[in-house]
C-alpha cells in the first residue's frame, strides 16, 4: 500500500466517523429509523456517548492522515474499535434485537479493517527499513 494511498484512506476514514458521529449526535432519531431501529429516552445518554467515541476516533484517524508513522498505535486501536463495532452489532442482529439493516453502514467498517490492516503492515514495514 503507498503512502499516498494510506493518507487517502486515513482522511477519507475521518471524514466518515465525522459524519456518523454527527448525524447520531445531532439528527439521531432519523439515523436511527432509517436503520428501523427504536430508540427511547433511555437510549439517548448512550447515543450521544457513541457519537462522541466514533467523533473522536474520526480525530484519531485525521492525526494518523496528517503523520502516518508516529501515530501506528492509533491504527491499531481503528482496527480494534472498528472490530468491536462489527462484533457488537452482529451480536444484536443474531439476538433479532435490531434489523438486519443496520450491518449495511456497519460492514464499511469491515472494508475500513481490512485498509487499516494493509496500512498498518505498510507503515510498520516503511519504519522498519529506516532503522
Partial sequence: MGHNFANILFFIAALFNWMVGASLFFV?????????IDQNLQQVLWMDLFAGLVFVFGIGYFWVYQNPTTNLSIIRLGIIGKSSVILIASYHVIMDEI???FLLPVSIDLVFIILFIGALNAFQSEDRTKL
Fill in 28 to 36: 439521531p432519531s432519523a439515523f436511527l429509523n432509517f436503520f428501523s
Fill in 99 to 101: 434489523n438486519w439493516q
